[in-house]
């Protein structure tokens, strides 16, 4: 396979900041990550791809000996060769994955020298809860049950077996990265033996085996305001999954799902009810029940009312979520639509032929003047 250069492995401009090259690598490594593309072979030598690019871009120091010699054997490799990244592993994505999410968290290696353990923020997640057309106008608590992973209780997260405790990683003394050397230049990547996590565990806990975790379901209940739309997506800070050697717990967003009504359509603040009116109704006008969001109430129908019209019901309609909203519920819109049947009884058809030997003029005349 041809060495590739790596600012066209990022698609960045060889002048690209080093904030340009942290957003296309963000961009691409999100695009290609594996738990996006479960199975996929090429999006995972994609994802290398770029990991390595940003690993020798992302670092200033490293970008100057790369624009200094333009070279960096290994790199973009695919053959799974000496240079290949066989050692990545789920660990080692997530790994990336937080820092992805984690928003503020330094993406080069900054903290790499250090011998602590890197924190890890835990992984995000995303659940749906399917609620009723009712449920979303008036409001509801839904039980919601997710699938996570919990810190162990046996090791304290550590994955160690009680009483001993994780060593520092003798393959990359706990840096976390291995580093080939080739002279000047150098090729880094995820440490083969710690998965880049800097210590490894001679002892595994028993409960765990080593992970730190476990998988568990966690219930809650989820307070679903009144007049919540299909689609809505709510944000719990620190409810995803825990995080590694102290980092932050990731956040779970909660997606709302809303059946639609046989009645009622809902259409921004508002909703929207279809009204049939008989031929006569629509002629004389009258007074209609109609369905409210609590109940029915009475509508005048105008004589003469068109197939179509509108009548708004003010401040009947869903409660607006958004806090202070004036009015603080939208409208219910009626829609006349003039009910014409598809059968007549003798009786009727014989009152049509009556009504149109009266009602005999022509409507159309005006489209051809
Ligand atoms: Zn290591
Ligand atoms: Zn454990």
Redesign the pocket.
């Given at each position: 396979m041809a060495q590739r250069d790596l600012y066209n492995v990022l698609g960045v401009d060889k002048k690209a900041s080093q904030e340009d090259i942290k957003k296309a690598y963000r961009k691409l490594a999100r695009r290609y990550h594996p738990d996006r593309n479960p199975g996929d072979k090429q999006a995972e030598e994609r994802f290398k791809e770029v990991s390595a690019a940003h690993d020798v871009l992302g670092d200033p120091d490293k970008r100057k000996q790369y624009d200094r010699g333009g070279m960096f054997t290994g790199v973009g490799q695919g053959g799974g060769g000496a240079g290949g990244f066989g050692g990545f592993d789920a660990g080692s994505f997530s790994d990336i994955l937080s820092n992805l999410f984690g928003g503020g968290g330094e993406a080069g290696g900054a903290t790499r020298g250090q011998r602590a353990p890197r924190a890890e923020r835990g992984r995000d997640l995303e659940a749906e809860v399917s609620i009723s057309f009712d449920q979303a106008i008036h409001g509801a608590q839904i039980p919601l049950t997710v699938p996570t992973s919990q810190r162990?209780a046996?090791?304290h997260g550590t994955?160690a077996k009680p009483g001993t405790a994780p060593k520092v990683c003798p393959r990359c003394q706990g840096r976390g990265i291995e580093s080939e050397g080739q002279g000047l230049f150098s090729i880094s990547q995820p440490c083969s033996l710690c998965h880049g996590q800097g210590t490894v565990i001679e002892d595994p806990?028993p409960?765990?085996h080593g992970s730190?975790a476990v998988r568990t379901l966690k219930k809650y209940r989820v307070n679903s305001p009144a007049g919540v739309r299909d689609g809505s997506r709510v944000r719990l800070a620190g409810k995803g999954e825990p995080g590694r050697n102290s980092g932050q717990p990731g956040d779970l967003y909660v997606i709302t799902r809303v059946t639609e009504s046989p009645i009622f359509r809902r259409r921004g603040d508002n909703v929207e009810v279809e009204v049939p009116l008989t031929i006569p109704e629509a002629i004389r006008g009258a007074e209609v029940e109609v369905p409210t969001l609590g109940g029915r109430k009475k509508l005048r129908v105008p004589p003469g009312t068109k197939h179509g019209t509108v009548q708004r019901l003010r401040g009947e309609g869903p409660p607006r979520l958004s806090p202070g909203s004036r009015p603080p519920r939208g409208d219910i819109h009626y829609r006349f639509v003039i009910d014409v049947p598809a059968s007549l009884s003798e009786e009727q058809s014989e009152a049509v032929d009556k009504l149109s030997e009266v009602m005999n003029g022509n409507p159309r005349a005006r489209l051809f003047t």
């Open positions: 162990c046996t090791c994955g806990c409960t765990c730190g």
